[in-house]
T-cell receptor, first 114, second 110 residues
Framework: NAGVTQTPKFQVLKTGQSMTLQCAQD?????MYWYRQDPGMGLRLIYY???????DKGEVPNGYNVSRLNKREFSLRLESAAPSQTSVYFC?????????????FGSGTQLSVL | RKEVEQDPGPFNVPEGATVAFNCTYS??????FFWYRQDCRKEPKLLMS???SGNEDGRFTAQLNRASQYISLLIRDSKLSDSATYLC???????????FGSGTRLLVRP
């Protein structure tokens, strides 16, 4: 099983450029997430989708948009990249939101915005 | 004050040592607790859940202290392969919001 697959692994953008990070899971999970990880800050939730057809803002949604294309896929779009968006991005999925939720992560995307 | 706080370390220990990390949380309504492990430049992976009665998985023991609002992870007989960053995760009962600590880095030396 591939688990959670996200692409690309690395990306360099210029300020103002746009791009979409792709994420797909093959575990039939209902919930999907996008996190960013910065040194000393821990993982911060950008957006999540509790189930197919729904999306909600997380802790740091500004500058991002998401699309839950179907149950398997959840994409993250940067419309106009800024240097503050330089980070490592992780997609994750879980069976469902709840008290005993266990996340499965993709391998990450290292994004640099110059 | 951060909702979940961890000592960033690094904890530098010799192989075979016993090492323990704590993670404090500020929301007394927190209900679920987990430890994730993250290797350098890799994704986090679930290490173990933390139950009220404490739980053990091989060399790893996790404990919860609700009165003092912290969880702990004890690693016995440390191996070189235990070198990683250990993230604690807390879930509140009201919003099912997962909150990650920023991690404690462990280095196990030969």
């Amino acid at each position: 099983n591939a688990g959670v697959t996200q692409t690309p692994k690395f990306q360099v953008l210029k300020t103002g450029q746009s791009m979409t990070l792709q994420c797909a899971q093959d575990m039939n999970h209902n919930s999907m997430y996008w996190y960013r990880q910065d040194p000393g800050m821990g993982l911060r939730l950008i957006y999540y989708s509790a189930s197919e057809g729904t999306t909600d803002k997380g802790e740091v949604p500004n500058g991002y948009n998401v699309s839950r294309l179907n149950k398997r896929e959840f994409s993250l779009r940067l419309e106009s990249a800024a240097p503050s968006q330089t980070s490592v991005y992780f997609c994750a999925s879980s069976e469902a939101r709840g008290l005993y939720e266990k996340l499965f992560f993709g391998s990450g995307t290292q994004l640099s915005v110059l | 004050r951060k909702e979940v706080e961890q000592d960033p370390g690094p904890f530098n220990v010799p192989e075979g040592a016993t090492v323990a990390f704590n993670c404090t949380y500020s929301n007394s309504a927190s209900q679920s607790f987990f430890w994730y492990r993250q290797d350098c430049r890799k994704e986090p992976k679930l290490l173990m859940s933390v139950y009220s009665s404490g739980n053990e998985d091989g060399r790893f023991t996790a404990q919860l202290n609700r009165a003092s609002q912290y969880i702990s992870l004890l690693i016995r007989d440390s191996k070189l392969s235990d070198s990683a960053t250990y993230l604690c995760v807390v879930i509140s009962d009201s919003s099912y919001k997962l909150i990650f600590g920023s991690g404690t880095r462990l280095l196990v030396r030969p």
